[in-house]
């Protein structure tokens, strides 16, 4: 069975875990740092009870930031990923949200096209963002408000 549920700081090594064996973009003390920060929702999606993708998204005013975004690796390509985005863009469009903002590697083709699946748009370029020289891409997905 799958399902999406809100993940609470009691559940911070299960996500440096995830992070860890996947794309490993914070440490632990960044995990807790974002349950601390206001209008952070961290989103889990399971089989069963394995927390097999990670969602987490900052609402500030009438945008939510997608600040990290990811799906084990074992279960990608399957449509886990578009079903956790499709609860996202559902979940901020019941909040009557804008717009949805992200960053992605321009080296990343496979999450860029991802988004681009969901009519996220480049809005806008950090150059030499990440660590590896690689530029950050700035995505933007509009929302409709029901």
């Known amino acids: 069975m799958i399902f999406i549920k809100q993940i609470n700081k009691k559940d911070i090594d299960l996500c440096y875990e995830l992070d860890s064996n996947t794309i490993s973009l914070w440490t632990k ?39 990290y975004f990811v799906v084990k ?27 949805l903002l992200l960053e992605v590697s321009q080296s990343n083709v496979t999450a860029e096209r991802f988004y681009n699946r969901f009519d996220f748009s480049t809005v806008g370029i950090r150059k030499n963002y990440y660590k590896d020289g690689s530029h950050a891409l700035l995505k933007e997905k509009k929302l409709t408000t029901k």
Do not use: H, P
């Not at 929702?41 to 945008?63: A, H, P, S």
């Not at 886990?80 to 985005?85: A, H, P, R, T, V």
């Open 29 to 67: 003390e960044q995990w807790a740092n974002e349950f601390k920060k206001d209008g952070t929702k961290i989103f889990g999606l399971l089989i069963k009870n394995l927390v097999i993708g990670i969602c987490v998204f900052q609402v500030v005013l009438d945008e939510a930031q997608i600040n």
């Open 73 to 99: 690796k074992k279960f990608r390509k399957q449509g886990f990923g578009s079903y956790l985005m499709s609860y996202l863009v559902k979940k901020c469009e019941k909040l009557k949200l804008k717009k």
